[in-house]
């Protein structure tokens, strides 16, 4: 049973352009959660999506982010015109809705951005 | 509201040494707790969680935690520290609501031979 995935790993983007980070869930997960880690800093929430819904995005910069999570296909993570400051690690966690309910998550590897 | 302090961001012990990672939690609701550990790029791995059964609670590679209410602490006791010990470590409380879990900024463990 494969784990929570994410591609890429690393992300180099130039200011101004466009980074994708996408994330598949475990086998039977529908919901998934997105998370900032800059550099010495704990883990910050961002976004809980389940299958074609956004339940909680009070984590989300107000501008050039946005997520996204199909019916079918992995959850994605966009930001827009990025800058220096958006350089981080950008990790993706599922869970089962009764995983969910006791608010036990799994962790993918993380998508490192790096904004030259 | 939730928060979670995590006492030293960085803690270094021998090898063979206990080791004791200290997290102090706030909430207006009972918590969820959990423990995970991050080893270099990677993702974060569950080490244990308190779901408000056993105040003790085991977790994988010899940790535990005590969830003490009255101290508002859940701190990470291992009898023995291990070189592949070393890694940073997270404390993260849930609960209040809209399945968010809110993490401690981490303590990076040391290990000495």
């Known amino acids: 049973n494969a784990g929570v995935m994410q591609n890429p790993r690393h992300l180099v983007r130039r200011r101004g352009q466009e980074a994708r980070l996408r994330c598949s869930p475990m086998?039977?997960?529908?919901?998934v959660y997105w998370y900032r880690q800059l550099p010495e800093e704990g883990l910050k929430f961002m976004v809980y999506?389940?299958?074609?819904?956004?339940?909680?995005e009070s984590g989300m910069p107000k501008e050039r982010f946005s997520a996204e999570f199909p019916k079918e296909g992995p959850s994605i993570l966009r930001i827009q015109q990025v800058v220096r400051g958006d350089s981080a690690a950008y990790f993706c966690?599922?869970?089962?809705?009764?995983?969910?309910?006791?608010?036990?998550?799994?962790f993918g590897p993380g998508t490192r951005l790096t904004v030259t | 509201a939730q928060s979670v302090t995590q006492l030293g961001s960085h803690v270094s012990v021998s090898e063979g040494a206990l080791v004791l990672l200290r997290c102090n939690y706030s909430?207006?609701?009972?918590?969820?707790l959990f423990w995970y550990v991050q080893y270099p790029n990677q993702g974060l791995q569950l080490l244990l969680k308190?779901?408000?059964?056993?105040?003790l609670v085991k977790g994988i590679n010899g940790f535990e935690a005590e969830f003490k209410k009255s101290e508002t602490s859940f701190h990470l006791t291992k009898p023995s520290a291990h070189m592949s010990d070393a890694a940073e470590y997270f404390c993260?409380?849930?609960?209040?609501?809209?399945?968010?879990?809110?993490f401690g900024a981490g303590t990076r463990l040391f290990v000495k031979a």
């Open positions: 308190y779901t408000s059964a056993a105040t």
């Open positions: 966690a599922s869970s089962s809705m009764e995983q969910a309910n006791s608010y036990e998550q799994y």
């Open positions: 993260a409380v849930s609960g209040a609501g809209g399945f968010k879990t809110i």
């Open positions: 086998k039977g997960h529908s919901h």
């Open positions: 909430s207006s609701v009972p918590p969820y």
């Open positions: 999506l389940q299958k074609e819904n956004i339940i909680d």
